[in-house]
């Protein structure tokens, strides 16, 4: 299936460009498909491609030591990953793997680099992107080493909680990180951790508070 | 009755990347429209409503205290 000329104009990347340039980089571009959970790239590894998601979603993580995942972002169609290292040279900064059956559109690191020669002018459409992308990532930094989070997230729990006075207000995740001031990925890692910590048991649609004391303990933490 | 999770078809777009990547078909598109089919294999992954661009899905959590 050839590269839709429509679809390259939707990137941010590509978006000031002529019709016979996006012509030129359609030669460049190569399809790939992969089916559900399927890893696209490792953390670590050597990057060669700059990826375009076409159709689907591509989830990007950082995974810990202990193999705890911190999902970096949601990649929607028309928007890219593996930016960083295409430009700096370095390996993948981290892994990615697909939500559902994807296709993608990839440019080797070396063509991305004749593209850029070829069409200076897109240079600051990919400054733009990787200055979202900057920005977005300092916000995430900001929650995750400055904020008790969790201590918010657990605080949010206890004044919702349902029950014998009757049901609850019902809370989404998107819900919760509103009331927190935080992302969704961050309130994620918070209802595991507290998980963990053994305060709480996600239930399918239930958070059950099995432990009131030490979800109280966890909600004093100053943030 | 299997709880399930909710469209806002107000806010639905449906450009379908929920259906993508629902893991147990919950979701389908009917007469191009997002549509939830009620199964006990959802495991309220959230995945849909972390992949909605529109947030035209929620996947919402009862809060309870265990009893002793």
């Known amino acids: 299936m050839a590269v839709e000329l429509e679809f390259l104009k939707s990137i941010l990347y590509f978006s000031e460009l002529s019709l016979a340039e996006l012509e030129s980089i359609r030669k460049l571009v190569f399809e790939k498909t992969a089916g559900r959970a399927e890893m696209v790239l490792l953390e670590g590894e050597s990057a060669e491609n700059l990826y375009f998601v076409a159709s689907g979603a591509v989830k990007v993580f950082k995974t810990s030591a202990e193999g705890k995942e911190q999902i970096l972002s949601i990649v929607r169609p028309g928007e890219s990953f593996n930016d960083v290292p295409i430009f700096d040279g370095g390996p993948s900064p981290a892994s990615a793997r697909t939500m559902g059956p994807v296709l993608l559109y990839g440019i080797k690191k070396q063509d991305m680099k004749t593209i850029l020669r070829d069409h200076p002018h897109i240079a600051l459409n990919v400054i733009k992107v990787l200055a979202r992308r900057v920005r977005q990532l300092l916000s995430l930094v900001e929650d995750l080493s400055f904020r008790r989070v969790i201590s918010r997230v657990a605080k949010i729990l206890f004044e919702h909680i349902g029950g014998e006075m009757g049901r609850g207000p019902r809370l989404t995740q998107q819900e919760m990180a509103a009331m927190a001031g935080t992302a969704r990925e961050v309130v994620g890692r918070s209802l595991k951790a507290l998980e963990e910590e053994g305060a709480i048991k996600l239930d399918r649609h239930r958070i059950v508070i099995t432990d009131k004391e030490a979800l109280q303990k966890i909600m004093e933490v100053p943030s | ?68």
Do not use: Y
Request: aromatic fraction near 2%; include cysteine.
């Open chain 2, 1 to 68: 009755m299997a709880e399930m999770p909710i469209i806002d078809t107000r806010k639905c777009d449906e450009c379908g990347l929920c259906v993508g990547v629902c893991h147990c078909n919950a979701l389908a598109i009917v007469n191009n429209i997002i549509t939830i089919i009620e199964t006990v294999e959802c495991d309220w992954c959230t995945d849909c409503e972390a992949v909605c661009p529109t947030g035209a899905i929620s996947c919402p959590f009862e809060i309870i205290i265990q009893e002793p």
